[in-house]
């Protein structure tokens, strides 16, 4: 198992010891608390993430071959949402973010108040984030 | 507690089917009225019984369907125009919502009256819908828009309304009551204001509709518009009220069907009011349903109603002061229904996430009304807004979901 399944199980795990929905979302605010500060020099329009009721902002770059996402949100769900994003997402291949199998969000037991359709922007930064992956995926080809 | 003892508001409750819903595994509490009502099951049932019985066109038809759908059409407008006590049954337009009556005047009525260097008032409290197609006539006519500004209460004050107005001020177009923040303005005093200067009046009563009688020959505006579907009728209904001398004058801004008298390639003449507005075959099943809805407002009593809503919001405004760590946005002397705050510290957005996991719908955000949170220099806000429908149960379960919301995001 690679460590981008390995990171989705061990999420899945540490959800699935929380019984009620008071208890994940406690923990999913807590993802984001511990989520690394995102440099302020990032947290403009420019880093802005469409489609989301909250501000999220956030930030790629390229490590070698693996791509690095900080993220920051002035909401404490939302933060929460692309922290487990983050979490990862962060240290994969550009490839991985792109066609890995992202089974997390069905199976922490949130799906249905995770659902991209919803208003809590899940879908965008799911989206900015593989924009970012594939950006340096063309970049690293043509290098 | 109970405003009038022959209303059985439990029993008024067992009337909308949606009220027994569950969300997220507890009974579903509705404070998002404000976006739109839910309906009683006598205006779903107007819907299936018109599509199972007496679905036809209106208008054209000889057959006795068409007539039959027809005469309950029209007799809605009937309704409306005794709803509102405007004059003449011609004075009632069928729009799709509030949002395409002020179109509907800012195209039409704009391109007649509205030139280079002349100016709309609006207010600072307006939704989106009164505030863009102002904008859109302004670039198209190089006319200017003037906003009155808010005070820290969410109020718009007289002197300041008096002193935007001048002679240039071709339209003031103000909200009754605001959707964001449950100001009530004081419209009759706006109306004399405005009119003593000439300048033509559009009310948006979209919010002051479901809860307040509303009586446009004592006001005396110009126009008037509002919504079926935040007071109990179907979505995809709207009425704009005009005064016939001037609607007479509107030149149509949609060609098509039932508009017209007399169509020939080189000319065609125009219906009567108010077909001549109304192109295209309308939403005939929903304002048959609206009329159903305008029946039930009026059995229960829109004065009732209003007390009814004056005394929920009071309540919740009272538990909610209780609370340390809330603040309420728009605290207007007067106000309706409407429940703005913001869980200090904590985005509206969570706050909205969390009530909905305990079976509580309110409105997080700017409620398309970005000019207001400016000016409160807030993302947005909590909106919890009430219906007579409410309970004051429903209050406390609020109240006491929200104390568990303000734990989480300490």
Same mark, same amino acid.
């Given at each position: 198992?690679?460590?981008?399944? #390995?990171i ?8 699935g010891?929380?019984e ?5 979302y ?7 608390k511990s ?8 947290k ?12 999220v902002?956030?930030?790629?770059e390229?490590?070698g071959d693996?791509?690095r996402y ?6 404490f ?10 979490k990862?997402?962060?240290?994969q291949?550009?490839e991985?973010?792109l066609?890995? #199998? ?11 108040h995770l659902?991209?359709?919803r208003?809590?922007?899940l879908?965008?930064?799911l ?11 063309t970049?690293t080809? #043509?290098? | 507690m %109970?405003?009038?003892i ?11 089917p949606i ?9 579903l ?7 739109t009502? !839910?309906?009683?099951?006598?205006v779903?049932? +107007? ?7 007496y679905?036809?066109? /209106?208008?054209r038809?000889?057959?006795?369907l068409?007539?039959? =759908?027809?005469? =309950?059409?029209?007799?809605v407008?009937?309704q409306? !125009?005794?709803?509102?006590s405007?004059? %003449?049954?011609?004075e009632?337009?069928?729009?799709r ?6 179109n ?9 009256e509205v030139m280079?260097?002349d100016e709309? $008032?609006?207010t600072g409290?307006?939704h989106? =819908?009164?505030i863009v197609p102002?904008q ?9 828009l ?17 002193e935007?107005?001048?002679p240039?001020?071709?339209?003031a177009?103000?909200?009754?009551i ?7 303005? *004081? ?5 004399a $204001?405005?009119?003593?200067q000439g300048?033509r009046t ?5 919010q002051?509709? *479901? %809860?307040?009688?509303?009586?446009v020959q004592?006001?005396?505006?110009d126009?008037?518009v509002?919504s079926?579907?935040k007071?109990l009728?179907p979505?995809g ?16 801004v949609?060609?098509g069907?039932?508009m ?11 219906n009567e ?11 005939i ?5 609206f009329?159903k809805a305008l029946?039930y407002?009026? !059995? ?5 109603i209003e $007390?009814?809503?004056?005394e ?5 405004t009272?538990q909610?002061? !209780?609370?340390s760590?809330i603040?309420l ?9 409407v ?6 510290? +904590?985005?509206?957005?969570? /706050?909205g /996430?969390l ?9 997080t ?5 970005q ?9 947005g806000?909590c ?6 429908y409410?309970?004051f149960e429903?209050?406390?379960r609020?109240v006491?979901a ?9």
């Open positions: 198992m690679s460590s981008f399944e #390995n989705q199980q061990q999420l899945v795990e540490d959800f010891f929380l009620d929905w008071e208890d994940k406690a923990y999913l605010i807590d993802l984001g989520l690394q500060p995102l440099d302020a020099a990032y403009n329009e420019n880093y802005l993430i469409k489609g989301c009721q909250s501000k902002w956030l930030h790629a390229l490590e693996r791509i900080f993220a920051d949100s002035d909401a769900i939302s933060k929460g949402i692309v922290a487990l994003l983050v990862v997402l962060d240290g291949k550009p991985e973010v066609h890995g #199998n992202l089974f997390v969000i069905d199976q922490i037991g949130l799906a249905a659902s991209p359709n208003a809590n922007g879908g965008s930064m989206k900015q984030m593989r924009a970012y992956a594939l950006a340096y995926l970049k080809q #043509n290098a | %109970h405003t009038d022959h209303t059985d508001w439990a029993a008024v409750r067992n009337d909308f009220l027994r819903e569950s969300v997220n595994g507890r009974p509490v509705y404070f998002d009225n404000a976006a009502s !839910q309906k009683p099951q006598v779903i049932d +107007a819907l299936v019984d018109y599509y199972s019985r679905n036809s066109n /209106v208008h038809g000889v057959h006795s068409s007539q039959q =759908a027809t005469s =309950a059409f029209e007799a407008r009937k409306v !125009q005794g709803f509102i405007a004059r %003449h049954e011609a009632i337009i069928y729009t919502g509030t949002t395409e009556a002020i509907l005047v800012a195209q039409s009525w704009g391109s007649l280079e260097g709309i $008032l609006i409290l307006e989106h =819908a009164n102002w859109m006539l302004c670039e198209r006519t190089g006319a200017k003037v906003v009155v500004p808010i005070n820290d209460a969410g109020e718009v004050s007289l002197q300041d309304f008096a935007k107005l001048n240039r001020t071709r339209m177009a103000f909200s009754w605001s959707n964001a923040l449950g100001t009530v303005n *004081p419209v009759f005093e706006m109306v $204001l405005a009119q003593a300048t559009l009310v948006d009563a979209a002051a509709a *479901p %809860h307040s009688i509303i009586d004592a006001l005396g505006c126009f008037l509002f079926a579907h007071m009728g979505t209904v709207g009425i704009l009220y005009g005064r016939l001398e001037i609607l007479e004058q509107m030149p149509p949609q060609g069907g039932d017209i008298k007399e169509v020939r390639f080189e000319k065609t003449t125009y009011l108010p077909l001549r507005l109304e192109a295209g075959t309308p939403n099943a929903d304002v048959i349903a009329g029946e407002l009026q !059995q229960l009593g829109m004065e009732n $007390l009814r809503e004056q929920l919001l009071a309540y919740a009272a909610l002061k !209780q609370l760590g603040q946005v728009g605290t207007a002397a007067d106000k309706r229904c429940l703005s705050f913001l869980i200090e510290g +904590a985005h509206p957005y969570d /706050v /996430v009530l909905d996991q305990m079976g509580i719908a309110i409105r955000g700017h409620h398309c009304a000019p207001i949170m400016d000016r409160f220099e807030i993302p806000t909106r919890a807004s009430f219906a007579f409410n309970s429903e209050i406390d609020f006491t929200l104390q568990k919301a303000q734990k989480m995001l300490s």
